[in-house]
Nanobody
């Protein structure tokens, strides 16, 4: 069982920045990928960014060039630096960890509580 605690969300004006953190504990494999997801009201959860254990990153087109995912393997923590925020980035942001196929599919049995990001226009 993996426990996930997301933090760092808040209210920010359009064009602003936030840095999210996600600390993972429990049964974690060092070779696992990690990913950030978001879910806006009335919409399905979507994958925002991923990072492999070796540091290879991928981003959804909607955030490419604005968001940066990074990880600290020693701390089992993944970060999401969000710059040039837009109102459409408003959502609850979640993280998770697993094999790359599972990260891409988003088919996890459990999720953390998420952290709310609200971007005002």
């Amino acid at each position: 069982q993996v426990q996930l605690v997301e933090s760092g969300g808040g209210l920010v004006q359009a064009g602003g920045s936030l840095r999210l953190s996600c600390a993972a504990s429990g049964r974690i494999f060092s070779r696992n990928s990690m990913g950030w997801y978001r879910q806006a009201p009335g919409k399905q959860r979507e994958l925002v960014a991923t990072i492999t254990s070796g540091g290879t990153t991928n981003y959804a087109d909607s955030v490419k060039g604005r968001f940066i995912i990074s990880r600290d393997n020693a701390k089992n923590t993944v970060y999401l630096q969000m710059n040039s925020l837009k109102p459409e980035d408003t959502a609850v942001y979640y993280c998770n960890t697993g094999s790359r196929p599972t990260i891409l599919a988003g088919t996890f049995a459990s999720w953390g509580q998420g952290t709310q990001v609200t971007v005002s226009s």
